[in-house]
C-alpha cells in the first residue's frame, strides 16, 4: 500500500510534475512584463518566455541570424520534430526520471565516501525535488531537463564503473561515449564534464587513456559549434578560432565578458542567486576540508581515498566562479544544479530553508512566467 507522505516516492513524482505547471498556469493571470507573443495563445503563453522564443526561431529558421549561433541544436530539433507540446510533455517524463536517478545518485556518492543515507536525507532529497529551485526550467522548452538527465546518467556510470568487471567497464564507456555526443548537442557546459576524467586519472587510479574521452568531451561541444558557423558563414573556419567567435557573439548578444554583468542596476539578480552560491561554496568548502585531511592522513597530494563528492564540487564551484565573473548571474541556479544535481543533498533541512526553497522556486516560476529577470 502506498503511505501517502512526503516519503512517497510516488506522491514525490506526481508533486514534482503538478507544482511547477500550477505556479506557471497562475503566472499566467499577470500581464507579461514585455507583451511579445500573441495574446491568442493564452495560458500557454507562460511556456514561452525568454530563451524559449529563440529555440522556437531556430527550429523554423534554423541559424539565419548570428545571434542564433549562441544556442545548441537538439533542443530546436525537438522542437520541429515533437512541437511544443511533444516537449513539455517529454520534460514531464524526463523529470519523473531524473528524480529517480537523482535519488539513487546521491545514495551512491554518499556509500562512496562511506557516509550514511539516512532517512531524513531522504525525506530532504524528496522535498528539495518537489520545490526545485529550477523547476520551471525544467518544465517549460530550456535545456534543463535533457540536460540535466545527462549529467545524473553521467556521474552514476562513471563513478560506477569500478565497482563492476571489465566487460561492464566497456559498455560503460560506450555509454559514456554517447552520452557525451548528446549532452554536446545540447549546451557548451558538457566541456566541464571532462575534468571528472582527469580526476579519475589523478585521484582514484584510473586508466590514463580515460583522457582521450577528456578530449572527446571537448571535441563534443566544439564540433557541432565549428559546424553552425562554417552554415552561418558559408566558409572553413579553423577550429582554434571558433572559441573566439563564440565568445564575441556572446559578448554581442548577451553581455557575456569579465565583470560585464557587475552593475549597480544588476543588484537584484545577484541577490536571486545568492542561495546558490552560498550553496556552492559551503559545499566546496565542507569537501575541501575532507580532501585536506585525507592528503595529511596519506601525506600525498593526490589521496586514493579522496571522495567522489570532491570532483562534484570542484564543477560546482568552476562552474559558480565563470558565472558569476563572466556571464548573466541569473542564470546560476539553472547552470549549477542541472549539472552537479547531486549538490542539493548539502542544502540544510530546518524550517527556514524549507521557506526559502518553496519561495525560490514559486517566485522564479513567478518571474519567469511575467517575462521578468529569472532566465
Given at each position: 500500500?502506498?503511505?501517502?507522505?512526503?516519503?512517497?516516492?510516488?506522491?514525490?513524482?506526481?508533486?514534482?510534475?503538478?507544482?511547477?505547471?500550477?505556479?506557471?498556469?497562475?503566472?499566467?493571470?499577470?500581464p507579461p512584463h514585455i507583451p511579445v507573443y500573441d495574446k491568442r495563445m493564452g495560458v500557454i503563453r507562460v511556456f514561452l518566455s525568454w530563451d524559449v522564443e529563440w529555440f522556437l526561431r531556430i527550429a523554423g529558421?534554423?541559424?539565419?541570424?548570428?545571434?542564433?549561433?549562441?544556442?545548441?541544436?537538439?533542443?530546436?530539433?525537438?522542437?520541429?520534430?515533437?512541437?511544443?507540446?511533444?516537449?513539455?510533455?517529454?520534460?514531464?517524463?524526463?523529470?519523473?526520471?531524473?528524480?529517480?536517478?537523482?535519488?539513487?545518485?546521491?545514495?551512491?556518492?554518499?556509500?562512496?565516501?562511506?557516509?550514511?543515507?539516512?532517512?531524513?536525507?531522504?525525506?530532504?532529497?524528496?522535498?528539495?525535488?518537489?520545490?526545485?529551485?529550477?523547476?520551471?526550467?525544467?518544465?517549460?522548452?530550456?535545456?534543463?531537463?535533457?540536460?540535466?538527465?545527462?549529467?545524473?546518467?553521467?556521474?552514476?556510470?562513471?563513478?560506477?564503473?569500478?565497482?563492476?568487471?571489465?566487460?561492464?567497464?566497456?559498455?560503460?564507456?560506450?555509454?559514456?561515449?554517447?552520452?557525451?555526443?548528446?549532452?554536446?548537442?545540447?549546451?557548451?557546459?558538457?566541456?566541464?564534464?571532462?575534468?571528472?576524467?582527469?580526476?579519475?586519472?589523478?585521484?582514484?587510479?584510473?586508466?590514463?587513456?580515460?583522457?582521450?574521452l577528456s578530449g572527446y568531451y571537448f571535441l563534443s561541444v566544439l564540433l557541432p559549434l565549428k559546424r553552425r558557423l562554417e552554415q552561418y558563414y558559408e566558409m572553413c573556419i579553423p577550429l582554434k578560432n571558433v572559441s573566439k567567435i563564440y565568445s564575441n557573439i556572446?559578448?554581442?548578444?548577451?553581455?557575456?565578458?569579465?565583470?560585464?554583468?557587475?552593475?549597480?542596476?544588476?543588484?537584484?539578480?545577484?541577490?536571486?542567486?545568492?542561495?546558490?552560491?552560498?550553496?556552492?561554496?559551503?559545499?566546496?568548502?565542507?569537501?575541501?576540508?575532507?580532501?585536506?585531511?585525507?592528503?595529511?592522513?596519506?601525506?600525498?597530494?593526490?589521496?586514493?581515498?579522496?571522495?567522489?563528492?570532491?570532483?562534484?564540487?570542484?564543477?560546482?564551484?568552476?562552474?559558480?566562479?565563470?558565472?558569476?565573473?563572466?556571464?548573466?548571474?541569473?542564470?546560476?541556479?539553472?547552470?549549477?544544479?542541472?549539472?552537479?544535481?547531486?549538490?542539493?543533498?548539502?542544502?540544510?533541512?530546518?524550517?527556514?530553508?524549507?521557506?526559502?526553497?518553496?519561495?525560490?522556486?514559486?517566485?522564479?516560476?513567478?518571474?519567469?512566467?511575467?517575462?521578468?529577470?529569472?532566465?
Open positions: 500500500m502506498i503511505t501517502w507522505s512526503i516519503d512517497s516516492i510516488y506522491v514525490v513524482l506526481l508533486l514534482r510534475t503538478l507544482i511547477p505547471y500550477t505556479c506557471l498556469f497562475l503566472s499566467s493571470l499577470i529558421g534554423g541559424y539565419s541570424t548570428e545571434a542564433r549561433l549562441a544556442f545548441f541544436p537538439a533542443l530546436p530539433f525537438l522542437l520541429r520534430e515533437i512541437g511544443i507540446k511533444g516537449v513539455l510533455a517529454l520534460n514531464g517524463v524526463l523529470r519523473i526520471i531524473n528524480a529517480v536517478l537523482q535519488i539513487k545518485l546521491c545514495w551512491h556518492l554518499n556509500r562512496l565516501a562511506g557516509e550514511a543515507f539516512t532517512p531524513q536525507t531522504i525525506r530532504k532529497l524528496h522535498f528539495l525535488l518537489i520545490f526545485s529551485p529550477i523547476a520551471v526550467f525544467e518544465t517549460v522548452p530550456y535545456t534543463e531537463t535533457l540536460f540535466g538527465c545527462l549529467s545524473v546518467m553521467f556521474l552514476l556510470v562513471y563513478s560506477s564503473m569500478t565497482l563492476y568487471n571489465k566487460k561492464v567497464q566497456v559498455l560503460g564507456y560506450v555509454a559514456l561515449v554517447l552520452i557525451g555526443m548528446l549532452m554536446g548537442l545540447v549546451r557548451n557546459t558538457a566541456v566541464f564534464h571532462a575534468g571528472y576524467f582527469m580526476f579519475g586519472v589523478i585521484f582514484l587510479s584510473r586508466p590514463i587513456g580515460e583522457l582521450i556572446q559578448n554581442k548578444y548577451w553581455g557575456v565578458g569579465l565583470f560585464n554583468y557587475w552593475k549597480i542596476t544588476n543588484l537584484p539578480r545577484f541577490l536571486l542567486v545568492l542561495p546558490s552560491t552560498f550553496l556552492c561554496l559551503s559545499y566546496m568548502f565542507t569537501e575541501s576540508k575532507k580532501w585536506i585531511h585525507s592528503v595529511c592522513r596519506e601525506r600525498n597530494v593526490f589521496p586514493r581515498l579522496t571522495s567522489f563528492k570532491f570532483a562534484v564540487a570542484t564543477h560546482a564551484f568552476v562552474l559558480t566562479s565563470i558565472v558569476v565573473f563572466l556571464a548573466n548571474v541569473e542564470i546560476l541556479p539553472r547552470i549549477l544544479l542541472s549539472s552537479c544535481p547531486s549538490i542539493l543533498a548539502h542544502v540544510p533541512f530546518n524550517r527556514s530553508t524549507i521557506y526559502m526553497v518553496v519561495l525560490v522556486s514559486t517566485l522564479g516560476a513567478g518571474l519567469f512566467g511575467a517575462f521578468l529577470p529569472w532566465t
